[in-house]
């Protein structure tokens, strides 16, 4: 039978806290560059260029059909040869991750921004607005809370990703979970531990973003925009 001694946690709780900043703070890096790509990406698949088009299509579909695991390793070893730049393992994790992230939150914001009625883009042209104009004061912010829980959803998927990072060596919860499992000769606490903290960081926002989502149910319900 095996004995269970959680204890030997408490030698590596720096280790482990420093772990988890490291993941925060990956998870908020990547959000915000994936958001911001994920823009510029949705407003690409609104263009009537069709040159636009494409290039956006083509570049969601291709971080959507691969897996993220293999974007990480392929940024780290191979754009580095094809691009003749030195790249570590933080910047092609950053890098991976918010192109990754960036092709999902970009159909999330074109498919709010489409659920908008067009009658408000056509009476914002009325009153003398240009398409950008409508776009930031008019149809963005009524589509930015319809699309809000699907965009932390997303953002809960992106927290878990970052767990992946470890592969490059990049200093995360995992990998420094996986040194303190080698040193202390307890992967089953060790990691146990981490399972926890993932838990207790994303087990309140899951429940956050289901409020969110059924309180958006209940404006669409009460014909709210």
């Avoid at 291709?62 to 754009?79: D, G, K, N, S």
């Avoid at 991976?96 to 999902?104: I, K, R, T």
């Avoid at 009476?123 to 004061?137: D, I, K």
Wanted: glycine content about 8%.
């Amino acid at each position: 039978m095996y004995e269970w001694d959680f204890s030997i946690l408490w030698g590596y709780r720096w280790l482990l806290l420093q772990g988890l900043g490291v993941t925060v703070a990956f998870t908020a890096a990547t959000v915000a560059g994936g958001l911001a790509i994920g823009m510029t990406a949705a407003i690409c698949l609104l263009s009537r260029f069709r040159v636009l088009r494409g290039f956006a299509l083509g570049f969601i579909e291709v971080f959507r059909c691969t897996p993220v695991l293999v974007q990480l390793i392929w940024c780290y070893y191979a754009l580095p040869m094809i691009a003749g730049i030195e790249m570590t393992p933080i910047t092609a994790s950053l890098l991976a991750l918010s192109c990754y992230g960036g092709s999902f939150y970009a159909e999330i914001i074109r498919g709010g921004i489409v659920s908008i009625d067009p009658g408000q883009s056509e009476a914002a042209s009325a009153l003398g607005m240009t398409p950008a104009l409508a776009m930031r004061r008019i149809i963005l912010p009524q589509a930015l809370r319809r699309m809000l829980p699907a965009l932390m959803n997303q953002s809960i998927l992106q927290f878990k990703n970052t767990s992946l990072v470890s592969v490059l060596a990049v200093p995360d919860l995992v990998y420094q979970g996986q040194i303190a499992a080698h040193d202390s000769f307890r992967p089953l606490e060790t990691y146990s531990a981490v399972a926890v903290a993932y838990f207790m960081i994303l087990f309140p926002l899951t429940l956050y973003v289901r409020r969110r989502e059924r309180r958006a149910e209940m404006h669409q319900l009460a014909g709210d925009p």
